[in-house]
């Protein structure tokens, strides 16, 4: 058993522990219960909560999100548009995101599926930085999709 200054009371029997814990106005909280004997501290169990609630959100301020960030693209796309979005497509995967190329086929662009992958390849292709593919192009539907991210990662 620990006490309220975090010091080593000894071993004693739970009534015993819990009759000193309540003569304080505190709690006694199990803090290690696969210890052999358990050990237990005594101390207000609100102040406990909100330490451990504490602790939480630090480790959440600590760790990355890593967003999926989206880009479209057409079949008609021009030359200086398509090196606008491969720059973007850059910037994102600098930052440590993950980016979806999606190539929309609208009308007949939908009966030349080549000519669509073979644009989605030369943008691919346009991105400067160095990238993993973690989805490769694939139709589904009226859309050609794929997800990339840095080679960092």
């Known amino acids: 058993m620990i006490d309220i200054e975090g010091k080593m009371v000894g071993t004693m029997p739970t009534p015993q522990a819990l009759e000193l814990a309540r003569s304080q106005g505190l709690d006694l909280i199990e803090v ?5 004997p358990p050990v237990v501290r005594i101390l207000s169990y609100d102040k ?5 609630d504490k602790a939480m959100r630090q480790q959440k301020k600590k760790q990355k999100r890593i967003e999926v960030k989206g880009i479209r693209i057409s079949v008609r796309i021009g030359v200086h548009d398509l090196q606008f979005k491969a720059e973007q497509a850059q910037k994102f995967l600098l930052k440590g ?42 139709k589904l ?12 990662q």
């Open 32 to 36: 290690s219960p696969k210890a052999n």
């Open 48 to 52: 406990y909560r909100y330490h451990l």
């Open 97 to 138: 995101n993950k980016v979806k190329i999606e190539l929309m086929l609208r009308g007949r662009e939908r009966a030349n599926i080549d000519f669509a992958f073979s644009v989605f390849e030369k943008f691919m292709d346009s991105i400067p930085s160095e990238y993993v593919t973690e989805q490769h192009p694939k």
């Open 141 to 152: 539907g009226n859309i050609i999709s794929a997800i990339i991210a840095s080679k960092g």
